[in-house]
């Protein structure tokens, strides 16, 4: 379904990937862990060009583009298998919770006004946040607007939801209701590419783990695999950091 082939990305002179290759395949949910600096966000946003890598290939069902040469067209044809969810919700201060997601329907993808907002509410009744659809993006919590940013992604319809950081500018308490949203989700089928720094979340929503470290992909397999049995000793030292319960030797 979606498919890297030798995803480089420099920004100057700092090379941030070096070479990434990766398969996704339809109903994955892929987390990706490593520390920061690691190169972890930019792959996400490489994969719906957000950030355009340096070169490489992006292939996303039977779109197909050749990073160096993909026209403005192509690209925007590549965006609408997409849905993103950023650290910092994104909201259209301005407009209300359903007119932040019916935005992309109407304008994007030229679904009608009342076809848009049936289904913005039935997105919003999946959140949580039905009695939110005329608030402002101001009066809700961290936790409601990320809320509103899965629904707006879902929105679209998209072949793959791809999810950065979903939690990371959430204060403690309200991290768990944005976790149960994105399980619920997950049970659905969709596909999903998670930037998380959340272990035992990713550890018991994904089926496939990926760590990264210095623009690489150190160690990639199932939860089971990189949380139990990891093999490569950069992927224990950062495991054992972050979750010093475990038992394995570094």
Do not use: W
């Amino acid at each position: 379904m979606i498919k890297l082939e030798n995803i480089q990305k420099s920004f100057g002179k700092n090379e941030v990937l070096k070479g990434i290759d990766l398969e996704v395949h339809k109903g994955d949910i892929i987390s990706i862990l490593g520390p920061s600096g690691s190169g972890k966000t930019t792959l996400l946003r490489c994969i719906n060009f957000l950030d355009k890598a340096t070169s490489g290939t992006v292939t996303i069902d039977n779109l197909s583009l050749d990073v160096k040469h993909a026209s403005k067209k192509n690209i925007i044809e590549l965006r609408k298998k997409t849905g993103m969810v950023f650290q910092n919700y994104n909201l259209f201060q301005h407009k209300t919770v359903i007119e932040n997601i019916i935005e992309g329907p109407v304008i994007v993808q030229n679904r009608s006004l009342e076809e848009a907002k049936e289904s913005a509410r039935k997105l919003l009744e999946k959140v949580g946040l039905s009695h939110k659809e005329n608030a402002y993006p101001s009066s809700l919590s961290g936790g409601q607007q990320q809320r509103v940013g899965i629904a707006r992604a879902l929105a679209m319809n998209p072949e793959v939801l791809l999810l950065d950081e979903p939690t990371s500018a959430l204060d403690p308490e309200l991290v768990g209701e944005v976790l149960q949203v994105i399980r619920k989700i997950a049970k659905e089928g969709i596909t999903m590419i998670i930037v998380t720094h959340e272990m035992n979340f990713a550890r018991e929503v994904s089926n496939h783990l990926i760590f990264m470290d210095s623009g690489v992909i150190v160690e990639s397999g199932t939860p089971k695999q990189i949380f139990d049995d990891p093999k490569h000793a950069r992927t224990k030292q950062f495991l054992k950091r972050l979750t010093p319960e475990l038992t394995f030797e570094i």
